[in-house]
Nanobody
Framework: QVQLVESGGGLVQAGGSLRLSCAAS??????TGWFRQAPGKEREFVAG????????NYADSVKGRFSISRDDVKNTVYLQMNSLKPEDTAIYYC????????????????WGQGTQVTVSS
């Protein structure tokens, strides 16, 4: 059973930056994705990174602003978020699944509890 713990969320002004962390209970056996869910909306894909190489995938809404990376020594995946907008406000979840290119939540098996990101205008 993989356990994932997110951290790094908080309140930031528009245009600011945050770095989210997703710590896994052991070495990565799967690809890792970041998702987010705003109130009243469905959970949506944000970014994904492959298990072995550093192939990445991003939602169009965050391309050029967000960057996903992985530290295999620390068993941690990061999501660097720059130029944040109020519409980025959501609970951010990390998850593990077979393919980093998959964007459906149903393609991911293990999930963290989420971390709140609030961007004020």
């Amino acid at each position: 059973q993989v356990q994932l713990v997110e951290s790094g969320g908080g309140l930031v002004q528009a245009g600011g930056s945050l770095r989210l962390s997703c710590a896994a209970s052991g070495p990565f056996s799967y690809a890792t994705g970041w998702f987010r869910q705003a109130p009243g909306k469905e959970r949506e894909f944000v970014a994904g990174i492959s298990r072995l190489s550093s192939n990445t995938n991003y939602a169009d809404s965050v391309k050029g602003r967000f960057s996903i990376s992985r530290d295999d020594v620390k068993n941690t995946v990061y999501l660097q978020m720059n130029s944040l907008k109020p519409e980025d406000t959501a609970i951010y979840y990390c998850a593990q699944g077979l393919y980093y290119s998959r964007t459906s939540p149903g393609d991911y098996v293990y999930w963290g509890q989420g971390t709140q990101v609030t961007v004020s205008s």
